[in-house]
């Protein structure tokens, strides 16, 4: 049977499962548009208010659910608003099929009406990017974009499609053999793990006397959160995370020490600079976590397992790299290795947990972790929290008791500001039963606040937590530490009344000024399913402790 190539997106969409798409239509997509009218009883679609938001819903949707996002643009100006949001999914390596349409090819190369190269921007960004030559490769390209995005280390993959190609017509066959399109995909494949490397990192777990597990986002991307906890019960070793594997192990594990890095816990960055041996899962080795790469975990032999063999020893040298799906090494470590009983070791990470710096029990009118806390007393663990980038970011990991995988988005690698409303409304559009809170920084929120505008039209029953402090707070901490209190353009004396701007897109707003406010809009809040949006005034001068200065070893923590 022969379909148009718009006809040919939406059934090779539908051929892989998927049931969602977000976007923002245009000239040179309209064919594919005016097809998902048609099959719309098959396939639904999120118009947001912006191309960016799309984005980040697509994203957020496939760090919720585990599936991969999809975001339609058009052209020229519709592709450019995609960037920042395939490049937050890049560095944070969440996959997403972008589909965007171009020119007509006789145009291409004529700076033509709203003409860019959008392959071309996004190269550095993309696992690998297309642009459709021949309608009958179409759905090859598409099935093979799927592939690479979820194969190895998964991550964003760009399809643009010139106008005409959405409108020729192709053979369709459902069940007709893939064939692949390029030599790219063979460069994704996973390698087999190496025995040889299992048994050497074996050696070392067994005999370590001071073990730390570092768990990062691929323990989550590889389903693996249920062996780690397995791995590190039977060995009884500490596991730290970053914020990226925040959730990887329920926070009131006893096991569990929290975030590592520049705003980690004292038992996670102490560990860190004592253990004999450091076992990094799924981790890269950010900057954020390691601080001064020369003295981190000074004294520790590395154990570092990735599917993705370009991070063995870029960061960090190691002892042993296993390069592996994390679920795969995890299950044969744990077949592998003895059990370890608690000892004097475990006692020292313990006691390390219960140093907390003063201003998390300091009282003031209204505390970040009373906000964190209260959340999840009302709402419970069938919570997704969704969050922008900043102190209430750091606050949000610091102090929220996560218990299940999946329950914290938000941007990690490239700390995108503007991230957060988007990804609420992918995360509740992929787990509707689910309560989605999203905790934004009064900076953050204005960047892509025009999305209260899709909430309210799709009825996405989120829940805004607006920290209000007036003010950068992250910037102003620094400048506040670092700066010699030289506020330079951090404050926020301005405009809008965050309330009567979510009741003008006909959302309720709430606003809380103390501890008692908050929990009386809070239970006002969840007693319907209907989007909502709390402004809660915070201190101007709340800081995110403790901190690690850049540059310096993580045992040079600032505790207040």
């Known amino acids: 049977m022969k379909y148009t190539g718009a006809r040919i997106v939406i059934e090779s969409l539908i051929k892989q499962g998927v049931n969602r798409v977000f976007g923002y239509p245009g000239g040179t997509i309209l064919n594919i548009y005016d097809e998902l009218y048609k099959q719309k009883d098959r396939i639904s679609h999120v118009l947001t208010a912006h191309e960016q938001g799309a984005c980040h819903a697509a994203d957020g949707y496939s760090r919720a659910t585990g599936k991969t996002g999809v975001v339609f643009a058009t052209s020229g100006p519709g592709a450019t608003n995609l960037v920042t949001g395939i490049a937050t999914a890049y560095m944070d390596s969440s996959p997403l099929i972008a589909i965007?349409?171009?020119v007509a090819t006789p145009l291409l190369g004529k700076d033509s009406f709203q003409e860019v190269d959008i392959c071309g921007i996004t190269m550095s960004i993309t696992k690998h990017n297309y642009i459709v030559r021949d309608v009958n490769s179409l759905a090859d390209i598409i099935e093979e974009a799927f592939i690479i995005a979820n194969t190895g280390r998964k991550g964003p993959v760009l399809i643009d499609i010139p106008k005409e190609i959405t409108a020729l017509t192709a053979e369709w066959d459902p069940m007709r053999k893939f064939k692949p399109v390029s030599?790219?995909?063979n460069q994704f494949k996973i390698p087999e793990i190496k025995m040889e490397e299992i048994d050497r990192a074996v050696e070392l777990i067994e005999g370590a006397k001071r073990p730390l597990i570092y768990a990062g986002g691929g323990v989550i991307s590889s389903e693996a959160c249920d062996v780690l906890v397995k791995f590190a019960e039977k060995k009884n070793i500490p596991v730290c995370e970053s914020l990226m594997g925040r959730t990887v192990m329920p926070s009131s594990h006893p096991l569990c020490t929290?975030?590592?890095?520049m705003h980690g816990t004292k038992a996670s960055n102490s560990a860190a600079s004592s253990c004999d041996l450091l076992i990094a899962l799924g981790a890269r080795f950010s900057d954020r976590v390691t601080s001064d790469v020369d003295r981190f975990a000074p004294d520790a032999r590395v154990i570092h397992v990735d599917i993705d063999p370009a991070e063995i020893n870029k960061?960090?040298?190691?002892s042993v790299g296993v390069v592996g799906d994390v679920k795969k090494v995890l299950e044969l470590f744990l077949e592998k290795v003895s059990p370890r009983e608690a000892d004097s070791w475990n006692d020292k990470v313990s006691e390390w947990k219960k140093m907390l710096p003063s201003s998390y029990v300091r009282k003031s009118q209204l505390h970040p972790k009373f906000v964190m806390e209260t959340i999840n007393k009302i709402l419970g663990d069938n919570t997704i929290i969704t969050t922008e980038v900043g102190q209430h970011q750091m606050w949000a990991a610091q102090f929220y008791p996560y218990s299940r995988p999946r329950s914290l988005i938000t941007s990690g690698g490239l700390g995108t500001m503007g991230f957060g409303t988007g990804a609420a409304m992918g995360a509740q559009a992929g787990c509707p039963d689910k309560y989605v809170v999203h905790i934004a920084g009064d900076g953050s929120f204005r960047m892509n606040c025009n999305e209260l505008?899709?909430?309210q039209y799709y009825n996405?029953?989120?829940?805004i937590i607006v920290a209000d402090n007036g003010?950068?707070?992250?910037?102003?901490?620094?400048q506040k530490l670092f700066y010699d209190k030289r506020y330079s353009e951090t404050t926020l004396d301005r405009g809008p009344d965050f309330v009567k701007l979510a009741e003008a897109y006909g959302i309720r707003g709430f606003r809380a000024k103390n501890e008692e406010e908050f929990v009386s809009c809070l239970k006002e809040a969840v007693s319907n399913r209907t989007p909502c949006l709390i402004d809660c005034f915070m201190n101007i001068d709340e800081m995110v402790m403790p901190m690690v200065p850049t540059g310096k070893p993580l045992d040079s923590i600032i505790m207040d």
Do not use: H, S, Y
């Open 183 to 185: 030599e790219k995909i």
């Open 453 to 455: 505008a899709t909430i």
């Open 460 to 463: 996405f029953p989120i829940i």
């Open 100 to 102: 965007t349409c171009n």
């Open 315 to 318: 960061n960090i040298k190691d």
């Open 471 to 478: 003010t950068l707070g992250m910037v102003r901490q620094w």
């Open 258 to 261: 929290g975030m590592i890095g």
